[in-house]
């Protein structure tokens, strides 16, 4: 293989070379855009660390800061990551709980990719003295990913990490 042709989903990005993009300071569902996978004879999994996460407590309008973690086995689809890098930074004047980021963005990656299994973790650093870290799963249901994202929810944090960084 010589590489994704534009009839394999690249004639339809429009952000990926755009030299004229917009950030959007509001929460953006729509930036995201997907390709399609071809590798789908196969499970894989893609993984996205993003450290510069930020988003808004939904009181006191508080920065809040994170390291997301996402990680999906793809079907159909994947998410071209500029996108998925705009689409985060939509949150930075978005005012929510932590646990509600999270959720949220493994929904509208849900939405736009109907993945097999998918993972989403928020590692938020301290305020107040306590820091936050919601993790969320889901796994396609009647496959084996809704055992798999079962198994996993009961036994994420097993060996839970020593925080000495924060």
Not at 32 to 60: G, I, M, Q, W
Not at 84 to 93: E, G, I, Q
Request: with cysteine; charged share 25%.
């Amino acid at each position: 293989m010589s590489g994704r042709s534009h009839e394999e989903g690249l004639k339809d990005l429009t952000l990926l070379g755009n030299q004229g993009t917009q950030y959007s300071y509001d929460y953006a569902p729509e930036v995201l855009e997907a390709v399609d996978n071809l590798h789908s004879n196969r499970d894989y999994f893609v993984k996205f660390n993003c450290p510069e996460f930020t988003s808004l407590c939904p009181l006191t309008n508080q920065p809040d800061f994170a390291t997301m973690y996402i990680s999906y086995i793809p079907d159909k689809k994947i998410v071209e990551s500029k996108s998925l890098k705009l689409y985060l930074f939509s949150f930075r004047n978005h005012g929510d709980f932590h646990e509600d980021c999270v959720n949220i963005i493994m929904n509208d990656l849900i939405t736009l990719l109907d993945p097999r299994y998918i993972e989403v973790w928020g590692k938020f650093t301290p305020r107040g003295g306590i820091s936050i870290d919601p993790w969320c799963n889901y796994g396609k249901p009647g496959t084996k990913y809704e055992e798999i994202a079962n198994y996993r929810l009961m036994n994420h944090d097993l060996n839970p990490e020593k925080i000495d960084n924060r």
